[in-house]
């Protein structure tokens, strides 16, 4: 009885993975749902690894720095290279899978409508790959959304996401975006972008296993020649992000980011134009900064204090309670960027982060940008 009741689900099982249409409509949802499941899952435990819920932390009208009490409690790894992408594209597999939750007489191959919201989804499994192909109507911008996901789960229980989007105007002839992204969980994420009615594409490959990014994005004006170029790459070695805006050939705009236990402390943003006078930017997260004593709330503006004296007046201060928290301080300027204006000095503080070093982090940049391939 063991043995027939064992050959019994092997022969569902077949049916099931067929696509045949005498397995039970309910049968066939729940398998697709739960192949849904072992993406979703793996994005679940990355989530509660690198981004756990954490309460919001109370606002003040005094603040320590000790009172962002799960500040240091952050992965030391720097998780922007990857979750971030994860994140965004699993929103919406998410919702894909309520929907198909929710269809009776599922079947493989077939459109289902919702008259109300003028979607449309249908499922498919051939070759061991589940494949979720999405229509959405967004009334609130007038636009078309294609989405198609295919769902590979290896053999050695590893898994793989290629995800296909178009965005189409109100007209469902002009395109606004084509995308695709393939994510191996665990290893890689690659996305390409291209933006017909801006003539940009873009392409990032974004590895967290591996520390390794890079970014890039290019627009093309009518007669063929770029416009502007932008590559951003991570540095592992000096736990930094840099980029690099390129007009024919030539270093214009650049933008470093810093980190620290896995914190982003600093984002220079500079305008190295030579005809004009540009604003530059600052931006810190002094929770990763040393010296200062608390933050005060005062005729709605954040103050920050040192041995009771106001200090860092040329900038703006916000609080940011979710999460890990922040405490972030911003400030834009014109002229030449100053080795004081990095570490802090001229305030009594400690950032740890000095001019060689943003100077140290775009010659490796340099350098790793024109190695031969």
Request: net charge negative.
């Amino acid at each position: 009885m063991k043995k027939i009741t064992s050959i019994i689900t092997l022969f569902m099982l077949i049916i099931t993975i067929s696509g045949c249409t005498l397995v039970n409509p309910d049968v066939l949802r729940e398998s697709v749902v739960d192949h849904v499941d072992f993406f979703i899952g793996y994005n679940e435990l990355v989530h509660s690894i690198h981004d756990p819920s954490i309460p919001n932390i109370p606002i003040k009208d005094v603040m320590l720095p000790s009172d962002f009490e799960y500040y240091d409690s952050k992965s030391p790894e720097n998780v922007e290279l990857e979750y971030s992408d994860f994140y965004d594209s699993f929103s919406s597999l998410l919702y894909l899978k309520e929907v198909i939750s929710n269809i009776t007489d599922f079947s493989y191959g077939e459109y289902f409508d919702d008259v109300v919201q003028k979607d449309k989804i249908r499922v498919d499994f051939e070759d061991d790959e589940l494949s979720i192909d999405y229509y959405e109507y967004i009334l609130e911008v007038d636009v078309s959304v294609r989405q198609t996901y295919i769902l590979k789960q290896t053999s050695s229980n590893e898994g793989v996401i290629t995800k296909y989007t178009t965005v189409y105007g109100h007209d469902k002839e002009r395109i606004i975006k084509h995308s695709l992204e393939i994510m191996t969980l665990g290893e890689t994420v690659e996305k390409y972008e291209l933006l017909p009615d801006v003539n940009t594409v873009v392409y990032i490959y974004n590895s967290h296993k591996n520390q390794e990014y890079f970014k890039y994005r290019g627009t093309l004006l009518s007669n063929g020649e770029f416009e502007r170029q932008t590559v951003e790459l991570y540095l592992d070695e000096h736990n930094a992000f840099v980029s690099f805006d390129f007009k024919e050939d030539d270093f214009e705009d650049y933008r470093v980011k810093f980190f620290e236990e896995g914190h982003r402390v600093l984002k220079v943003d500079v305008n190295v134009f030579k005809n004009s006078e540009q604003m530059n930017e600052l931006t810190w997260n002094l929770l990763s900064v040393d010296g200062w004593d608390f933050v005060q709330y005062v005729n709605e503006d954040f103050l920050i204090s040192k041995t009771n004296a106001t200090i860092l007046e040329d900038y703006n201060i916000e609080i940011q309670n979710r999460g890990y928290g922040k405490v972030i301080a911003y400030k834009e300027f014109t002229g030449e960027l100053l080795d004081s204006e990095l570490t802090l000095s001229d305030y009594g503080l400690d950032s740890r982060i000095t001019l060689v070093d943003v100077e140290n982090a775009i010659t490796t940049y340099k350098k790793t940008l024109m190695k031969p391939n």
